[in-house]
C-alpha cells in the first residue's frame, strides 16, 4: 500500500470517527492529571475506532496515541500518531474548534498526515514529498515577516511553569506582529500557518501526539518547524517547544525568542 493509499485509508477514518464528535451530547469530562488535562469518553470512543480501523489497513501497525496510555514502541516500521480529540477543553465547553489528528510515520519518517476539523468540515492533509492540502486544494504558508502576519499562540496549560515565559513571548510578538491568536488547539493552529492565515505559531511545551500530523502538513506547505531555540523538533515522547510558520516569520519570531 503506499502513501496515498494510506492517507484515503486515514481520511475515511477520520470522517467516520467526526460523526461521534458531530452527535456528542451530555460530555463529561475525567480528570487525568488535573483540572486543566481532562478526557472524555468521546476521546476513547473516536481512538478506538481509528485503532480499528487503521489496524485492519495496516496490520501489525504501532499505536502512539493520547488516550488509554496507548503508547506503543515509536520506532517501529509503521507507527500510527493520534490525537483523537484535540481540544478536548473547547470540545467540553462546546467552543466547536477541535478537531482528529493522525500522523503515520514509516522507516522513522513522517509519510503522511491528515487533520480533520468536523465543525467547519476542514481536512487538511499531506503526503511526504507531494505537498499539503485542504479539502483537496494546494495551501502555503506564508512569504511575510512576522510584521506583517498574526500570530498562534498556545499557553502550555498542563505546566504552569511555563507561564510567565509563554505570556512574556506572546507580548512581544503581539507588538512585533499584527495581533495574537489562543484558540486552544495545536494541531489546528499548525493548519492555521500552513494553510497562510497566519504566519506564527509557538508553544513552550506540546506532545507529538500534538504536533506530528502538523508538522508534516507544514513542511509540505513551504513552512518550518523547530524548537524554540532553532532546533530540529524530536519525534519522541517528551514535551518540546514548537515553533512553526512561513520562513521568514519564523526566523523573526526566532530572533525575539533568542533576545527575550
Same mark, same amino acid.
Given at each position: 500500500?503506499?502513501? *496515498?493509499?494510506l492517507?484515503?485509508l486515514?481520511?475515511?477514518?477520520? @470522517?467516520?470517527?467526526?460523526?461521534?464528535?458531530?452527535?456528542?451530547?451530555?460530555?463529561?469530562?475525567?480528570?487525568?492529571?488535573?483540572?486543566?488535562? #481532562?478526557?472524555?469518553?468521546?476521546?476513547?470512543?473516536?481512538?478506538?475506532?481509528?485503532?480499528?480501523?487503521?489496524?485492519?489497513?495496516?496490520?501489525?501497525?504501532?499505536?502512539?496515541?493520547?488516550?488509554?496510555?496507548?503508547? =506503543? =514502541?515509536?520506532?517501529?516500521?509503521?507507527?500510527?500518531?493520534?490525537?483523537?480529540?484535540?481540544?478536548?477543553?473547547?470540545?467540553?465547553?462546546?467552543?466547536?474548534?477541535?478537531?482528529?489528528?493522525v500522523?503515520?510515520? @514509516?522507516?522513522?519518517?513522517?509519510?503522511?498526515?491528515?487533520?480533520?476539523?468536523?465543525? #467547519?468540515?476542514?481536512?487538511?492533509?499531506?503526503v511526504k514529498?507531494?505537498?499539503?492540502?485542504?479539502?483537496?486544494?494546494?495551501?502555503?504558508?506564508?512569504d511575510?515577516?512576522l510584521?506583517?502576519?498574526?500570530?498562534?499562540?498556545?499557553?502550555?496549560?498542563?505546566?504552569t511553569?511555563?507561564?510567565?515565559?509563554?505570556?512574556?513571548?506572546?507580548?512581544?510578538?503581539?507588538l512585533?506582529?499584527? =495581533?495574537?491568536?489562543?484558540?486552544?488547539?495545536?494541531?489546528?493552529?499548525?493548519?492555521?500557518?500552513?494553510?497562510?492565515?497566519?504566519?506564527?505559531?509557538?508553544?513552550?511545551?506540546?506532545?507529538?501526539?500534538?504536533?506530528?500530523?502538523? @508538522?508534516?502538513? #507544514?513542511?509540505?506547505?513551504?513552512? #518550518?518547524?523547530?524548537?524554540?531555540?532553532?532546533?530540529?523538533?524530536?519525534? =519522541?515522547?517528551?514535551?518540546?517547544?514548537?515553533?512553526?510558520?512561513?520562513? *521568514?516569520?519564523?526566523?523573526?519570531?526566532?530572533?525575539?525568542? @533568542?533576545?527575550?
Open positions: 500500500m503506499n502513501d *496515498q493509499e492517507l484515503r486515514i481520511c475515511e477514518a477520520e @470522517r467516520e470517527a467526526a460523526a461521534l464528535i458531530l452527535q456528542a451530547h451530555d460530555i463529561l469530562a475525567e480528570r487525568k492529571t488535573d483540572r486543566r488535562d #481532562v478526557v472524555t469518553a468521546y476521546d476513547k470512543r473516536v481512538q478506538a475506532l481509528l485503532i480499528e480501523r487503521l489496524t485492519a489497513a495496516l496490520p501489525g501497525a504501532r499505536f502512539f496515541c493520547e488516550e488509554n496510555d496507548r503508547h =506503543d =514502541d515509536l520506532h517501529a516500521e509503521h507507527v500510527f500518531i493520534i490525537d483523537p480529540i484535540d481540544g478536548t477543553m473547547n470540545f467540553v465547553h462546546g467552543c466547536h474548534h477541535s478537531c482528529i489528528s500522523a503515520y510515520k @514509516r522507516g522513522g519518517e513522517l509519510r503522511a498526515a491528515a487533520i480533520l476539523n468536523p465543525y #467547519v468540515s476542514e481536512h487538511f492533509t499531506a514529498g507531494e505537498g499539503a492540502f485542504l479539502n483537496g486544494r494546494p495551501i502555503r504558508a506564508s511575510e515577516p510584521s506583517e502576519t498574526l500570530v498562534c499562540c498556545g499557553t502550555a496549560p498542563y505546566d511553569a511555563l507561564a510567565d515565559r509563554t505570556f512574556a513571548l506572546m507580548k512581544k510578538a503581539y512585533a506582529g499584527l =495581533d495574537i491568536r489562543r484558540e486552544g488547539a495545536a494541531a489546528l493552529d499548525l493548519c492555521t500557518v500552513a494553510a497562510g492565515r497566519a504566519g506564527v505559531f509557538f508553544e513552550l511545551g506540546l506532545s507529538l501526539w500534538d504536533y506530528a500530523a502538523g @508538522r508534516l502538513i #507544514v513542511e509540505e506547505a513551504g513552512g #518550518v518547524c523547530c524548537t524554540i531555540d532553532g532546533g530540529p523538533l524530536p519525534m =519522541d515522547p517528551t514535551r518540546p517547544s514548537v515553533v512553526a510558520g512561513g520562513k *521568514q516569520a519564523v526566523e523573526d519570531f526566532l530572533k525575539l525568542a @533568542r533576545e527575550a
